[in-house]
């Protein structure tokens, strides 16, 4: 009798492989109870401010390029966006306080009869290395006027990454921004920012911002700000931009802790007849 | 009916099991060697790259990388530090009915960062038939959040006669269009200087001024409609040399929504001044959330001055940050006490009604109630009243009323229209008025607001 049942089973497997008796086996789990205490809100911010500091106290000097542009008509139906003005600084930091700026591009779509002081669409750089840009609302000093709360985990290679919600405790200023980061664990530094504006922050002059988003790439382990883009849509028509326009600046080519020099922020003579670059 | 809503679903079903079923062979086969894993930063620039590709959609050419041909080496600089000084001629107006019209102007000298600003003004005055004018300077330089700020001013210029508040652009308004400018005024000759520590928890100023102070009167008693004026007399100033320190601080109270100040101004024989008194003032105020819906603004102050009565260092109650039921200064004294709590509305009073409307028509809603008082001898009346640092019962006065707030988002101004009707047995009317102001406007507005 089991040579029979042997050979018909045999003789009835389909072709191909053979499962195994032990592929095949079931067994239960009991539920085990994971004690492993969870991070805090309270801790991931203080940890984020930690690695902010840390990600700036890294920092002596940085060279970078520097692109800001403004788009007109960004998202009108019927009028195409138009690049209205680009300008590329090389932009030079060195701690405490030394900066400088450098025009290597200026383009214009439209340049202006004047020729003077008020021609010139000008962007001013700071010394201070520490991207407030990024993490204003993730500071020390602003804990206590943003309320906080965790939207989100991704586990994404070794990585961590907390979606963290920030929005201002005080109403009294509708134009207040909120928005929403992500926080690498490995650096507590925040890699990415999406701000809204419940209101628009300027109503004489903006309907509302539609998107503001600042990114941060990593440049020799350090990172660093990318990029900052907003989406604007103006109250009423703006000459040559329209009402919806875009406003961008984006950082590339970085440099870091590369010693510069001091000479390079001493005064030169004559700079000031040769500051701009020839409008393309 | 539901057969025909089935087959999608049961047309995904297949498809899932379509992809199990390509599936299983594989794992049926025997095992493969899994993919190596991605080392960490990859996959986590991956995924910030799939971000980044959704922000480049969305903003197209705004987004696109730099194209790098072309660009200039070496010689064109701009150094941040060694811009060029930038010159800015401004014409100027002011009015009110001591001086008159005045027409002027101002010459804005913005150098360097670091070098800092100084302003040249020179106006003269058509009804008093003097020059007005003078310099100042500032500068400012903030560092890790903290702002320290420089200035010094030195001239000739017609200042307010109440020092705890003033509204420079709705003050020449008031006295041109309707003639209902109540402030009084005087001269002041001399120079001021301060330094100032700010930052979002705490601030602290000192400030030293040697001002010739004299009275003024009026010499426009007109307005644009050539109607009397509301109030033609100026209170006038005690005439002499002010030689004062003034010592101020504020900050966040910890753990609750509250900020405190406190401002000691003093002058005597030891700083040479024709003047001797000491003055202070403390403010508190709030800004209470409550939920998404509004929030609860109370604020208090209370101030007095020692060892004197001159008009120009009393406490003056009515209108602007006051009561508003009390038309602007009407009464003063050497002692000030007020408390006023505010419910603001978070949403638009348009939207509330459901009206659609563009954002530019956004006003706040709010409800107020307020008292307050003064004491002790009155700037209006011949001295006489004994100083007293609280006023008495019998001389509070109460209101209650109703606003709209607009917050241009423009130098941290934001325009109320008040209406107040006045609380208790009392003679006071019901009562408007327009202000440029901020919330908490009993204490000083942060520098980052």
């Known amino acids: 009798m089991p040579l029979l049942a042997i050979v018909l089973a045999v003789a009835l497997a389909p072709a191909g492989p053979t499962l195994a008796v032990e592929d095949t086996m079931h067994t239960a789990v009991g539920e085990v109870l994971v004690r492993a205490p969870r991070v805090t809100l309270g801790e991931i911010l203080d940890r984020v401010a930690r690695g902010?500091?840390?990600?700036?106290?890294?920092?002596?000097?940085?060279?970078?390029?520097?692109?800001?542009?403004?788009?007109?008509?960004?998202?009108?139906?019927?009028?195409?966006?138009?690049?209205?003005?680009?300008?590329?600084?090389?932009?030079?930091?060195?701690?405490?306080?030394?900066?400088?700026?450098?025009?290597?591009?200026?383009?214009?779509?439209?340049?202006?009869?004047?020729?003077?002081?008020?021609?010139?669409?000008?962007?001013?750089?700071?010394?201070?290395m520490s991207e407030e840009i990024v993490n204003f609302a993730f500071r020390p000093e602003a804990r206590r006027d943003y309320r906080y709360h965790i939207v989100g985990r991704d586990i994404v290679g070794g990585h961590v990454v907390y979606r963290i919600a920030f929005e201002p405790r005080s109403l009294l200023t509708p134009g207040y921004p909120s928005g929403l980061v992500w926080v690498d664990t490995n650096d507590f530094v925040i890699v990415r920012q999406e701000v809204s504006f419940g209101r628009s922050p300027v109503p004489l002059i903006l309907e509302r911002i539609d998107r503001l988003v600042i990114e941060r790439a990593q440049f020799g382990g350090h990172w660093l700000l990318k990029r900052a883009l907003v989406r604007a849509t103006a109250t009423v028509p703006l000459p040559r931009l329209g009402r919806s326009f875009d406003l961008a600046l984006q950082l590339d080519d970085y440099a870091l802790n590369t010693g510069l020099a001091d000479t390079l922020f001493a005064p030169r003579r004559g700079g000031d007849a040769s500051d701009e670059a020839p409008a393309r | 009916?539901?057969?025909?809503?089935?087959?999608?679903?049961?047309?995904?079903?297949?498809?899932?099991?379509?992809?199990?079923?390509?599936?299983?062979?594989?794992?049926?086969?025997?095992?493969?060697?899994?993919?190596?894993?991605?080392?960490?930063?990859?996959?986590?620039?991956?995924?910030?790259?799939?971000?980044?590709?959704?922000t480049d959609r969305y903003f197209g050419m705004s987004a696109a990388p730099l194209d790098t041909a072309g660009l200039l080496h070496g010689e064109s600089f701009l150094p941040e530090g060694q811009r060029r000084v930038a010159l800015a001629l401004t014409p100027s107006f002011d009015f009110n009915r001591a001086d008159g019209s005045t027409f002027g102007g101002g010459l804005k000298l913005q150098g360097p960062i670091r070098?800092?600003?100084?302003?040249?003004?020179?106006?003269?005055?058509?009804?008093?038939?003097?020059?007005?004018?003078?310099?100042?300077?500032?500068?400012?330089?903030?560092?890790?959040?903290?702002?320290?700020?420089?200035?010094?001013?030195?001239?000739?210029?017609?200042?307010?006669?109440?020092?705890?508040?003033?509204?420079?652009?709705v003050d020449p308004e008031r006295a041109l269009v309707s003639g209902s400018d109540r402030t009084s005024y005087l001269r002041h000759d001399g120079w001021r200087a301060s330094f100032e520590r700010e930052s979002n928890l705490w601030r602290a100023r000192i400030a030293v001024r040697d001002e010739l102070e004299s009275p003024l009167e009026p010499h426009a008693t007109w307005d644009m409609l050539h109607k009397d004026l509301l109030v033609t007399p100026i209170l006038p100033a005690r005439f002499g040399r002010a030689r004062e320190l003034e010592l101020g601080a504020g900050a966040r109270v910890p753990g609750i929504p509250f900020r405190v100040e406190a401002t000691y101004w003093t002058s005597g024989p030891v700083l040479k001044s024709d003047f001797a008194y000491d003055r202070l003032r403390f403010a508190v105020g709030g800004d209470i959330t409550l939920g998404r819906f509004a929030s609860l603004v109370p604020q208090a102050t209370w101030g007095f001055t020692k060892s004197t009565t001159d008009p120009q260092q009393a406490f003056y109650l009515g209108a602007g940050p006051t009561l508003v039921t009390v038309p602007r200064d009407a009464l003063g004294g050497s002692a000030l006490a007020l408390a006023k709590v505010e419910l603001i509305g978070a949403s638009d009073v348009l939207a509330l009604l459901g009206i659609h409307r563009p954002e530019l028509f956004a006003f706040q809603p709010a409800a107020f109630a307020a008292t307050g008082a003064v004491s002790g001898p009155s700037p209006y009346a011949t001295p006489g009243a004994a100083v007293d640092r609280w006023p008495e019962r019998q001389a509070w006065l109460s209101e209650a009323g109703i606003a709209l707030h607009y917050n241009p988002g423009i130098l941290g101004m934001r325009l109320r229209f008040e209406e107040a009707w006045p609380l208790g047995f009392t003679s006071r009317g019901e009562r408007f008025e327009f202000l440029i102001s901020h919330p908490l406007d009993l204490l000083r507005k942060p520098i980052e607001e």
């Open chain 1, 52 to 128: 902010e500091a840390r990600r700036d106290s890294l920092l002596t000097d940085q060279t970078f390029l520097a692109t800001a542009r403004v788009v007109a008509h960004a998202n009108e139906p019927g009028k195409p966006p138009e690049l209205m003005s680009e300008t590329v600084f090389r932009v030079y930091k060195k701690r405490p306080d030394k900066v400088r700026a450098v025009v290597v591009r200026r383009y214009q779509a439209h340049p202006p009869k004047d020729k003077g002081v008020r021609a010139k669409a000008e962007v001013r750089f700071g010394p201070d």
């Open chain 2, 1 to 54: 009916m539901s057969a025909s809503r089935g087959r999608p679903a049961l047309a995904a079903l297949a498809i899932l099991a379509a992809l199990a079923a390509m599936g299983a062979p594989a794992r049926a086969t025997g095992p493969t060697p899994e993919p190596e894993p991605a080392p960490p930063d990859t996959t986590l620039h991956q995924f910030l790259g799939t971000l980044s590709d959704s």
């Open chain 2, 115 to 169: 070098v800092g600003r100084l302003d040249l003004r020179a106006a003269y005055a058509v009804g008093s038939e003097q020059w007005l004018g003078g310099a100042q300077y500032r500068r400012r330089a903030t560092k890790h959040g903290v702002y320290r700020t420089i200035e010094a001013w030195g001239g000739r210029e017609t200042a307010g006669m109440n020092r705890d508040h003033s509204e420079p652009f």
